[in-house]
């Protein structure tokens, strides 16, 4: 059965601090792992990562894939309370359903 | 960026009556939807996915005549829940994909569903 997995389930931390959130996934036909981050609403896109060992960076977060030990992590440098955000981790399978498996998430709290 | 609206946003309806969640694509089109359930504190659940003019394809465990799908063009599916029941509450999103061989999901701001 394909799962996803992400550490820790929750996270407190103060603003400024560095945080990283994992993931680690066991899919069949594996394609790429995404992020995302949900507010109140829908998930947001963050990242997608198809290749292992390369960084994809968007300001103050970064993320990494590796397909050989089958996990990820986003990092947060510099945390702001607008960061506070359920995080989900989603791998994606290749072939004709193109399913995403999600991960239950990890909820960070940013403390002024 | 690719937007996906769904309308309604909030809804409450009693016990055994119909509802309709539209998800539409509003600035590309969408050859394959996704609808998800979410419950407090859980992750995103699939329901089901659906292709334009194809009937959609449903996830073990989830009742293909409680959940009607139904994608009748490339900018618009609906999710259909019959005869509703308390247990049905929850937060439903929908997502779509731009072309087929596409892993990026954009998702819907979704509905939230109570049944009383």
């Known amino acids: 059965e394909d799962k996803v997995v992400q550490s820790p389930l929750s996270l407190v931390v103060h603003e400024g601090d560095t945080v990283t959130l994992n993931c680690s996934y066991e899919?069949?036909?594996?394609?790429?792992l995404l992020w995302y981050k949900q507010e109140k609403k829908a998930p947001t896109f963050l990242f997608m990562l198809?290749?292992?060992?390369i960084e994809k960076k968007s300001g103050r977060l970064s993320s990494i894939l590796d397909k050989k030990e089958l996990f990820s992590i986003l990092n947060i440098t510099a945390t702001q309370t607008g960061d506070s955000a359920v995080y989900l981790c989603?791998?994606?399978?290749?072939?004709?359903?193109?399913?995403?498996?999600f991960g239950k998430g990890t909820k960070l709290t940013v403390n002024p | 960026g690719a937007v996906v609206s769904q309308h309604p946003s909030r809804v409450i309806c009693k016990s055994g009556t119909s509802v309709k969640i539209e998800c539409r694509s509003l600035?590309?089109?969408?050859?394959?939807m996704f609808w998800y359930r979410q419950f407090p504190k859980q992750s995103l659940m699939l329901m089901a996915t659906?292709?334009?003019?194809?009937?959609?394809?449903?996830e073990q465990g989830v009742e293909k005549d409680k959940f009607l799908i139904n994608h009748a063009s490339l900018t618009l599916s609906t999710l259909t829940v019959t005869s509703a029941h308390p247990e049905d509450s929850s937060f439903y999103i929908c997502?779509?994909?731009?072309?087929?061989?596409?892993?990026?999901?954009?998702f819907g701001p979704g509905t939230r569903l109570t049944v009383t």
């Open positions: 997502s779509a994909i731009i072309g087929r061989g596409k892993n990026e999901q954009y």
């Open positions: 899919v069949t036909n594996f394609r790429s």
């Open positions: 198809t290749s292992s060992g």
């Open positions: 989603a791998a994606a399978t290749q072939g004709g359903s193109e399913k995403l498996v």
């Open positions: 600035d590309f089109q969408a050859t394959t």
């Open positions: 659906s292709n334009e003019g194809s009937k959609a394809t449903y």
